[in-house]
């Protein structure tokens, strides 16, 4: 008897106003593989509200062309500028509505959590888990920026802590 094996679409995002990384994981457990990965950047002369609209026109295209099954987001943590965490606040919130709104499986990381899942260690550096994800993927060069990284390692994050 024959077991079909249903392929997954994960998508990490990465949340930023000025920056937001993003990547598209397809496959099975054992064999995730890249589709796409980067970065979305707005213009700073713009006001907040125009740079979420943005996003928010960006990740609803996005979300309508892959269609995933599942949705990784980084969890916010608050560092010592409040004013910057607020902000990645409102592009989370566009991520999870989106996500929730097209009835895509949420499942929320911490840093360490996404660390943890790419190198195995929850306090590993931006370029360990960079290094890890290249060796991972057999990519030729660790993955840019830090925020695309992220993006994929949260995507990771999901396909190898929240299997279907």
């Known amino acids: 008897m024959t077991t079909l094996i249903k392929e997954r679409c994960v998508i990490g995002f990465d949340p930023g106003i000025g920056r937001l990384g993003y ?26 509200a125009d740079r979420l609209l943005e996003l928010g026109r960006l ?16 969890k916010l943590f608050f560092s010592k500028n409040v004013k910057t965490a ?19 499986r949420l ?26 994800l290249q060796i991972i993927f057999k990519l030729s060069a660790p993955p840019q920026p830090d925020d695309a990284a992220d993006a994929l390692a949260l995507a990771l994050c999901a396909f190898t802590v929240r299997p279907r």
Not at 23 to 48: A, D, E, R, Y
Not at 59 to 74: G, H, N, Q, S, W
Not at 86 to 104: F, M, T
């Open 86 to 104: 607020l902000v990645v606040s409102e592009a989370r919130g566009l991520i999870i509505y989106l996500a929730k709104k097209n009835n895509h």
């Open 107 to 132: 499942t929320e990381f911490s840093p360490q959590e996404l660390k943890l899942a790419a190198t195995g260690q929850g306090n590993a550096t931006k370029q360990q888990v960079q290094k890890m």
């Open 23 to 48: 990547s598209v994981l397809s496959g099975n457990l054992s064999h995730p593989k890249i589709i796409t990965f980067g970065c979305w950047k707005t213009n700073p002369q713009h006001s907040q």
């Open 59 to 74: 990740l609803e295209k996005f979300l309508a062309k892959y269609k995933p099954t599942d949705v990784a987001v980084e």
